[in-house]
């Protein structure tokens, strides 16, 4: 088999397949921001000591978690239209999303919580902290900082995962390649063009989240410091004297 790449062919579509990436860092930027959110309000409803609460929660977190991301795009987008509650492809592709991460996100900041030590909340409440601070510092933010390397990869899947988005038309990278190579007839090319840049833009998401964990969690770095200044070996007297 005598194949020639011919990737001169789709350096006319090189904005298109720009613009197909920007669209796809928006998907997943506000899946993030939003998904994050209901996760976070979401574990705490399913550790609420009000049972409705929690049942809701959990019923929320069970129906996403298994049920197909597909199926759920199809019914905000294809199903809400026909009782006619129309969206824009967009729109209701990053409604999916934020509803899609939400739930996986809500387990894993719940794993994070519930392995916080109890003798560490009793201590802050021996301490006189309210109750807001004790949940802000005692029990979320040292939760988070536990499972900050799973809920990243959470949302480096999801920006994967909106390659699906392209079932409904949205413009993303997936649904430009197909564009692209139905124009060009190179599929092979078009899509090794575009696997190239979802790993460009796993990558970059990487980074930016490596910068938010620096940011975030600075009594990390502190901890390090002092554990790694302890392990050093003493220099001996006799270096010191001289």
């Given at each position: 088999m005598n194949y020639h790449f011919d990737f001169a062919g789709l350096l006319p579509y090189w904005?298109?397949?720009?613009?197909?990436?920007?669209?796809?860092?928006?998907?997943?930027?506000?899946?993030?921001?939003?998904?994050?959110?209901?996760?976070?309000?979401?574990?705490?409803?399913?550790?609420?000591?009000?049972?409705?609460?929690?049942?809701?929660?959990?019923?929320?977190?069970?129906?996403?978690?298994?049920?197909?991301?597909?199926?759920?795009?199809?019914?905000?987008?294809?199903?809400?239209?026909?009782?006619?509650?129309?969206?824009?492809?967009?729109?209701?592709?990053?409604?999916?999303?934020?509803?899609?991460?939400?739930?996986?996100?809500?387990?894993?900041?719940?794993?994070?919580?519930?392995?916080?030590?109890?003798?560490?909340?009793?201590?802050?409440?021996?301490?006189?902290?309210?109750?807001?601070?004790?949940?802000?510092?005692?029990?979320?933010?040292?939760?988070?900082?536990k499972v900050y390397p799973s809920i990243t990869s959470q949302f480096i899947l999801m920006m994967l995962m909106s390659s699906v988005t392209s079932q409904i038309s949205t413009e993303e990278l997936t649904a430009v390649a197909n564009n692209v190579q139905s124009i060009t007839f190179l599929s092979l090319e078009s899509y090794i063009v575009v696997a190239i840049l979802y790993l460009i833009l796993a990558v970059l998401l990487r980074l930016l989240f490596l910068i938010g964990e620096v940011w975030l969690f600075r009594r990390k770095r502190v901890i390090a410091l002092a554990k790694r200044r302890l392990m050093a070996p003493q220099l001996p007297v006799t270096t010191l004297r001289t």
């Open positions: 904005k298109t397949f720009l613009q197909g990436a920007l669209l796809t860092m928006e998907l997943t930027l506000a899946s993030t921001v939003f998904g994050l959110t209901i996760g976070v309000l979401c574990a705490i409803g399913r550790r609420s000591s009000y049972g409705a609460i929690s049942t809701l929660c959990g019923i929320y977190v069970e129906a996403v978690r298994n049920t197909p991301f597909l199926v759920q795009i199809f019914i905000f987008y294809f199903g809400l239209s026909s009782i006619g509650l129309q969206m824009p492809a967009a729109v209701a592709a990053v409604i999916a999303m934020v509803i899609n991460v939400g739930a996986y996100s809500s387990e894993i900041i719940r794993a994070g919580m519930d392995a916080i030590p109890p003798g560490q909340i009793e201590a802050a409440e021996c301490l006189g902290l309210s109750k807001a601070r004790i949940y802000w510092h005692v029990i979320l933010l040292p939760a988070f900082e």
